[in-house]
């Protein structure tokens, strides 16, 4: 419940404030790359740096102002990188650097001086730092060549940033040094775009053919298409990099009377997991395909495809890119969609929008854009034990990936309160009618990729146990933090009387509820995701509003899905109130 989350809130934004308080005032002509504090009012201008970006390895397990190093078991301080120290044992944050002509980046914070002796260099910076809209280096040759035109984009060259065709984008050929046109981020994971036998390169971006291995030319960029070149029929290339099995079974000798012969035995490869699930078929034959890459040199034994039926009726709907429950992003990029929570695609959800306590840098709650005035939310968002929200204290962030405010979202729009409305009937005993809606003083403009409305759905309109339903926010997560960027689960809809058996919630559900996620567990909203939206497509391929995050035994706990405000059971309450209040 709200008043629950207090502490953590706190916390995090104690964490979050932290820096900023420690840290010096930045010098002149640079942006300030040490600090995550509050940016003044969302304006672009005063922007600082954010501690995890697009692009950057999503930080993982590392903590707020941190940078995953390559090897995904270290944290360094963000700072850290192309400061001329190793400091990850791999040494990625010193990899990729690009080299200012003259002057500097921002000079090191003293605190961070006293720990070791300053760099050689102070001129470079991260790789991904270039072209991103913000000035570093003080001759400001980041930030040069960065606008290519129509059909080019900008990454690094040899000797500064260059200009490449769009086309030139995810053929497995590298043309920019940063991997810019081969990299995870813009052509999706190895999993789904390698082929059985590839090499995958050893910085994990893309693989390159088995023909390519120790041809001489370094087309993985790292070199690691050409180590292990020794030529042995027999020996293992240890250029496959994920899943290498190195306790591969060793060829034999046989001897026989007259002639020595060498076989290898049938190697079992090692097969990367399975990538997602496919949309059901464009022709609503309902048929999903995965598929799976052998990340070994030696062949893996099964099928690398497998297809299915989906299920009765299929879904497979195509999506339509305007009006309300349009996601206007290719949301289905890569495999995202992997059960038990995981990053969305930026955009993905536009009708998801935070409330935020006046004052305070993160999200404590969700809620849902059905109206460019109006959103939904849950009552105990608003009011519980010792505590009641007027609209002068609460904030509305919409077009929002990032949790906090110090990041860069660039559809972000930030709305005061105007009204609130509690739904009368809301018992904060038996969450019964946990639903609330809030006006806001200026309508929100809709923009596309970033923010959109959610559909409504119908008085009394049952959804199939069948949907596809997904949730996302900005809650707890398993390792009990609010992370970064919105984390979106599916979630399976829960048939009421399974929901209420005696070993679940025992009757506790009202008609009024529903329950999502899965009688196993695993799959949950959590603490901070309450008053965000339950949303599943329709046969139109539109989503709409199924539920609002409410209430639950733990998080994720078996027998114990989520409870979520029955949304279809409030249509006329909802177009009730916004009449009255228009
Ligand atoms: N009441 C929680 C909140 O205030 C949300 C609970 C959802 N719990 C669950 N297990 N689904 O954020």
């Known amino acids: 419940m709200a008043n629950c989350l207090d502490s953590v809130v706190f916390l995090v934004l104690l964490s979050a404030l932290m820096p900023a308080i420690l840290s010096s005032p930045r010098p002149f002509n640079s942006v300030d790359r040490t600090e995550d504090a509050p940016r003044v009012n969302g304006s672009m201008e005063s922007s600082h740096r954010p501690s995890s970006r697009p692009g950057v390895k999503s930080a993982g397990g590392c903590g707020y102002n941190e940078w995953a190093c390559a090897s995904g078991d270290e944290c360094i301080p963000w700072r850290w990188q192309c400061d001329t120290f190793n400091d990850c044992a791999d040494a990625s944050d010193e990899n990729m650097c690009f080299e200012c002509d003259t002057g500097s980046r921002k000079k090191r914070q003293s605190k961070n001086s006293q720990r070791r002796p300053p760099g050689t260099k102070k001129n470079l910076v991260p790789w991904n730092w270039i072209c991103d809209g913000i000035r570093d280096c003080v001759d400001g040759r980041d930030e040069l060549n960065c606008d290519c035109g129509q059909g080019l984009f900008s990454c690094l060259g040899a000797n500064g940033v260059i200009c490449v065709a769009n086309s030139w984008k995810c053929d497995h050929i590298l043309d920019c040094k940063d991997y810019k046109d081969e990299s995870i981020a813009e052509c999706g994971s190895i999993e789904s775009r390698c082929w059985e036998g590839a090499l995958v390169c050893a910085h994990g971006q893309f693989c390159v053919w088995q023909e390519w291995h120790c041809d001489g030319s370094n087309d993985c960029g790292d070199g690691s298409d050409e180590?292990?070149?020794?030529?042995?029929?027999?020996?293992?290339?240890?250029?496959?990099?994920?899943?290498?099995?190195?306790?591969?079974?060793?060829?034999?000798?046989?001897?026989?009377?007259?002639?020595?012969?060498?076989?290898?035995?049938?190697?079992?490869?090692?097969?990367?997991?399975?990538?997602?699930?496919?949309?059901?078929?464009?022709?609503?034959?309902?048929?999903?395909?995965?598929?799976?890459?052998?990340?070994?040199?030696?062949?893996?034994?099964?099928?690398?495809?497998?297809?299915?039926?989906?299920?009765?009726?299929?879904?497979?709907?195509?999506?339509?890119?305007?009006?309300?429950?349009?996601?206007?992003?290719?949301?289905?990029?890569?495999?995202?969609?992997?059960?038990?929570?995981?990053?969305?695609?930026?955009?993905?959800?536009?009708?998801?929008?935070?409330?935020?306590?006046?004052?305070?840098?993160?999200?404590?709650?969700?809620?849902?854009?059905?109206?460019?005035?109006?959103?939904?939310?849950?009552?105990?968002?608003?009011?519980?034990?010792?505590?009641?929200?007027?609209?002068?204290?609460?904030?509305?962030?919409?077009?929002?990936?990032?949790?906090?405010?110090?990041?860069?979202?660039?559809?972000?729009?930030?709305?005061?309160?105007?009204?609130?409305?509690?739904?009368?009937?809301?018992?904060?005993?038996?969450?019964?009618?946990?639903?609330?809606?809030?006006?806001?003083?200026?309508?929100?403009?809709?923009?596309?990729?970033?923010?959109?409305l959610i559909c409504l759905p119908e008085s009394g309109e049952e959804f199939s146990e069948h949907s596809i339903c997904y949730t996302a926010g900005w809650g707890l997560t398993e390792e009990k933090v609010q992370s970064h960027v919105v984390q979106e689960v599916k979630l399976p809809l829960v048939p009421?009387?399974?929901?209420?058996?005696?070993?679940?919630?025992?009757?506790?559900?009202?008609?009024?509820?529903?329950?999502?996620?899965?009688?196993?567990?695993?799959?949950?909203?959590?603490?901070?995701?309450?008053?965000?939206?339950?949303?599943?497509?329709?046969?139109?391929?539109?989503?709409?509003?199924?539920?609002?995050?409410?209430?639950?035994?733990?998080?994720?706990?078996?027998?114990?899905?989520?409870?979520?405000?029955?949304?279809?059971?409030?249509?006329?309450?909802?177009?009730?109130?916004?009449?009255?209040?228009?």
Not at 517 to 541: F, H, I, R, Y
Not at 560 to 581: A, F, H
Request: net charge negative; proline share 6%.
């Open 227 to 452: 180590i292990n070149c020794a030529k042995s029929e027999n020996q293992n290339s240890n250029i496959v990099m994920a899943a290498w099995n190195p306790t591969s079974p060793a060829p034999t000798t046989t001897t026989t009377a007259a002639t020595t012969t060498t076989t290898t035995p049938v190697p079992v490869g090692v097969w990367g997991s399975w990538t997602d699930w496919s949309a059901c078929s464009e022709f609503c034959d309902g048929e999903k395909t995965r598929t799976r890459i052998c990340l070994t040199v030696q062949l893996c034994e099964g099928p690398t495809s497998e297809t299915t039926n989906c299920g009765d009726p299929p879904p497979c709907y195509t999506e339509p890119m305007t009006g309300c429950g349009a996601r206007q992003v290719n949301a289905y990029v890569g495999s995202h969609r992997i059960i038990g929570g995981s990053p969305a695609v930026t955009g993905a959800w536009p009708w998801l929008v935070q409330l935020k306590k006046e004052n305070t840098n993160t999200p404590y709650c969700g809620a849902v854009l059905i109206d460019n005035l109006w959103v939904a939310t849950a009552a105990h968002c608003i009011v519980g034990m010792g505590f009641h929200l007027y609209p002068d204290m609460l904030k509305l962030m919409v077009g929002k990936h990032y949790l906090t405010e110090n990041s860069y979202d660039p559809h972000e729009q930030a709305r005061k309160a105007s009204s609130i409305i509690i739904h009368s009937g809301y018992n904060q005993y038996t969450v019964n009618n946990d639903i609330a809606l809030v006006k806001m003083d200026q309508p929100v403009e809709y923009a596309e990729g970033g923010i959109n």
């Open 496 to 582: 009421h009387d399974t929901c209420n058996q005696p070993q679940s919630y025992n009757s506790y559900v009202t008609d009024k509820m529903l329950c999502a996620g899965k009688m196993a567990g695993g799959v949950d909203t959590c603490q901070g995701d309450s008053g965000g939206p339950l949303v599943c497509e329709k046969a139109d391929g539109r989503w709409y509003l199924v539920g609002i995050t409410s209430w639950g035994r733990g998080c994720g706990e078996a027998n114990y899905p989520g409870v979520y405000t029955k949304v279809s059971m409030y249509m006329d309450w909802i177009r009730q109130k916004m009449d009255q209040y228009k």
